[in-house]
């Protein structure tokens, strides 16, 4: 039973890496570690879009 | 500091394990051998589609095991001491540590798209043999290697794109050469997928209407995830997909809707609304349109690819070509021209060996890679992939009747556009048609499919017979747009992100005059630059509308030979750099796939500028034309003088750019020959690679970690964990 659970919560960990939705709870917990007040999800959010913004990455055919 | 991958006596104890290793190879050997040997042998009867998915599943499997593992250990001598420069540069933006699996998925889902659903389909034409062996002898002795080659290279020097890495180990002329000429393949490519979907949504308002509506679709994705709740991916991504699909659905209605007449939209008016498109998309800001229309379509490829491999194995589908028709020997195939060699090697560029891969390659994906050792499974693995997704397209395409595949992929001014010339025109071929036969298809996926070509509407039909056939109810037309869909949604997002990266291309070239143009920030450049490129593809796309002969046959092998001299480019600098790096005992890995295209792509070129049949020969096709026009006459199915004005414009405008292509490629390799042989007279040269240091982290290899591996990178953490006193 334990195992299960461990595959699925390592499993929704990968697909939280491959949306990206990690780097918000990996930020979170950096804050956490070194005492700081994390700005709000949405400025951080917003300053990721940012960062895309100007690093596009081609797609293939 | 241990990682468990940097250990050089490999596979552990001698015995003991290693001979249930031993039984599992064995095993997927057989298969594989039991499975060739029914597709060479097989005649006149009636051949499983399995036997080709089996072949092509145990072929990848010992090529990934041993050949990539060669390349790996052998070859590129990767080390996992060695840090990436996603370690050393970490900014948790472009250099990014990022786990595996995860680099995995984003790169498949950067390298594959509609090109390796299209170009089989297209060689299908000469039977299912020729695709099937180059698929997986391509893949595993090219394509792959390339990537994974390509990968490690630029991983060495912390990411740098293919066109720097050519300027500054060949030469300052070789990277110039190297910068124009995937600026223009990358135009040619543009404008070929675009072309694929203006041929699909051509005089279909069902099509039009699902691919109309993911524009909204994913502006609402954008402005959720920026005001309503940011940075929710999974869950827009999940109401994306259901709007998706009730899209499709919804397309089904449109002329109890009443939006039917308005929703046929010509191939020209097509073309319009794309450029118009495409420039919009390119200069809004990415989160808007961009960044959520690729969730969807990573959902999109991920899934149906799955979908695809279990409804062939379930259907079971027999294939219905011949293992070699009659036009890989004479030539005279409607769907393209020219003989099996060389170009059912030109046809299927992605899924077996695509140049464009060496563009990802080099730049995004490097600057992610935890551990050097993961280019085997990303590089090399991702590619295997790729080529599994080309060989289910390869299927698809086999498994429909010969006459409507012929109905379908002929050019309009071949088949005539009506059920009764198509099947007159078929049947001329050597196949049994009948016109009813065609309107009884075309009322089953609600089409109209005398000359839909561009390969993706026949990969709809062959898909909707296979999932119809696997999941039942007679859902053939959903799965006909459904399947239309996801390609449309491949291609468009490559089209966006395409012109983006041509943008910043352009910006950054003129900016080496200019240096204010290089600001990608600043509006007058952006805009401007955006409109270049998207003029650029824009024009070549109308041109291939607007062809008499056929757009797809006329530009295809173009796209097929530009995308594989990208490929020599790349297989070039991997070749200078083996020489380079003292290893020329091994430079034959990238050298002989290199020696290949190179004789495959020269030989279609040359036939294509020098050939003096009209059907391949641009230049000859053009003066045939001359010829009859002069003598007051029309040409080949052309209609009026007009029509044969075109085809002398276009076809020596293609000769032009083809022979461009093939001169830029030369140059390049010319200067890559000195540096070879200035490479073996000093026994290596100085190359950019950035030194070694030592990397503090763990990480597993392969895709799944093994049992030491798990040990040493719970350690790992454990020992991060603890606070530094």
């Given at each position: ?39 709000t ?20 055919c | ?10 596979s ?7 001979m ?11 298969v ?29 499997a ?21 840090a ?80 720097q ?59 959720y ?65 961009l ?31 011949e ?20 170009f059912?090697?030109?046809?299927i560029?992605c899924g ?5 891969h ?18 085997r ?16 397209a390869?299927i ?27 099947a ?14 065609l ?16 390969g ?17 109810g ?22 966006d ?14 900016g ?31 041109i ?38 003292g ?15 190179l ?70 390799v010319?200067?890559a ?9 000093a ?23 093994t ?19």
């Open positions: 039973m334990s195992i299960l659970t461990e595959r699925v919560s390592g499993a929704w960990r990968l697909l939280r890496q491959a949306t990206g939705e990690a780097k918000w709870d990996e930020y979170v917990a950096r804050c956490e570690r070194e005492g700081v007040e994390p700005m999800r949405r400025a951080f959010e917003r300053h990721r879009a940012d960062e895309k913004e100007h690093n596009q990455q081609a797609r293939c | 500091m241990s990682t468990s991958t940097a250990n050089p006596t490999g552990g104890p001698r015995s003991g394990p290693n249930k290793s031993v039984a599992i190879w064995s095993a997927v050997a057989v594989g051998a039991v499975c060739w040997a029914m597709l060479a042998l097989s005649r006149g009867e009636e051949v499983s589609a399995l036997w080709i998915l089996f072949a092509a599943l145990s072929s990848y010992i090529a990934y095991r041993y050949y990539s593992k060669f390349i790996a250990d052998k070859v590129l001598k990767v080390d996992d001491t060695r990436t420069p996603a370690e050393r540069l970490e900014n948790g933006q472009d250099f990014d540590v990022t786990d595996r699996r995860v680099l995995f998925g984003h790169h498949f889902a950067a390298i594959a798209g509609a090109g390796p659903l299209v170009g089989p389909v297209l060689a299908a034409q000469m039977g299912y043999l020729p695709g099937t062996i180059w698929i997986i002898v391509g893949v595993i002795l090219a394509g792959a290697v390339q990537d994974m080659v390509v990968m490690f290279f630029s991983m060495r020097r912390d990411g740098k794109s293919l066109g890495m050519v300027r500054e180990e060949i030469g300052t002329v070789a990277g110039v050469a190297a910068l124009i000429a995937v600026f223009a393949i990358m135009i040619i490519i543009l404008a070929v997928l675009a072309l694929v979907v203006v041929n699909a949504l051509a005089e279909s308002p069902w099509g039009v209407f699902s691919i109309g509506l993911t524009i909204p679709i994913a502006l609402f994705m954008g402005f995830l920026r005001y309503l709740r940011p940075g929710r991916v999974s869950e827009v991504t999940a109401i994306g997909v259901a709007l998706l699909l009730l899209a499709i659905i919804g397309g089904g209605y449109v002329e109890e809707m009443g939006l039917a007449d308005s929703l046929t939209l010509s191939h020209e008016t097509l073309v319009i609304c794309l450029v118009v498109y495409g420039f919009v998309a390119s200069i809004l800001p990415v989160w808007m349109l960044t959520p229309r690729d969730y969807l379509s990573t959902f999109m490829k991920v899934g149906v690819i799955v979908l695809l491999a279990v409804g062939l194995v379930i259907a079971a589908p027999a294939l219905q070509n293992a070699v028709t009659d036009f890989a020997t004479n030539g005279e195939g409607p769907v393209f021209a020219g003989k099996l060699f060389p059912v090697f030109i046809t560029a077996a060996l695509s140049g464009f060496a563009l990802i390659s080099s730049g995004t994906t490097p600057k992610m890679v935890a551990k050097e050792s993961h280019v499974m990303i590089g090399y693995g991702g590619m295997l992939m790729e080529s599994f997704v080309a060989i289910s390869l698809a395409a086999s498994v429909i009747d010969q006459g409507i595949y012929f109905s379908m992929n002929a050019a309009a001014g071949a088949t005539g556009g009506t059920p009764e010339t198509a007159a025109f078929v049947n001329g071929l050597g196949f049994t048609i009948t016109p009813a036969e309107e009884a298809a075309a009322a089953s996926v609600e089409e109209t499919i005398i000359s839909r070509t561009g993706a509407p026949t990969l709809a039909f062959g898909m909707s017979l296979i999932f119809t056939e696997a999941f039942g007679g859902l053939a037309a959903f799965w006909y747009h459904f399947a239309i869909m996801f390609e449309a949604l491949f291609i468009l997002t490559a089209v992100a395409g012109t983006r990266v041509g943008r910043f291309m352009l910006q950054d070239t003129i080496n005059v200019w240096k204010r143009y290089a600001d990608t920030s600043w509006r007058p450049a952006a805009w401007s630059a955006s409109a270049l490129v998207v003029l650029a593809w824009g024009y070549m796309l109308w291939g509308v607007g062809d008499p002969l056929g757009g797809i046959n006329q530009l295809f092998p173009l796209f097929g030979i530009a995308n594989q001299l990208l490929a020599a480019i790349a297989l070039t600098l991997a070749t200078v750099l083996m020489f380079k790096h290893l020329a005992k091994f430079a034959w890995v990238p050298g002989i796939p290199l020696a290949w295209d004789i495959v792509t020269m030989t279609a070129s040359w036939q294509k500028v020098f050939s003096d049949n009209p059907a391949i020969g641009y230049f000859a096709q053009a003066s045939a034309a001359r010829e009859a026009r002069d003598a007051g006459e029309l040409y080949g199915v052309a209609k009026t003088p007009e029509d044969v004005d075109q085809i002398i414009y276009n076809s020596t405008q293609s000769g032009i750019l083809q022979a461009a292509f093939a001169l830029l490629v030369i140059v390049i010319a200067g020959a000195v540096t070879v042989v200035k490479a073996i007279r026994g290596g040269l100085p190359t950019t690679e950035v030194p070694k240091v030592e990397s503090k982290i763990v990480a597993p290899s392969d895709f799944f970690a049992k030491e591996e798990k040990e040493s990178v719970r350690e790992w953490e454990a020992s991060q964990k603890t606070p530094v006193s």
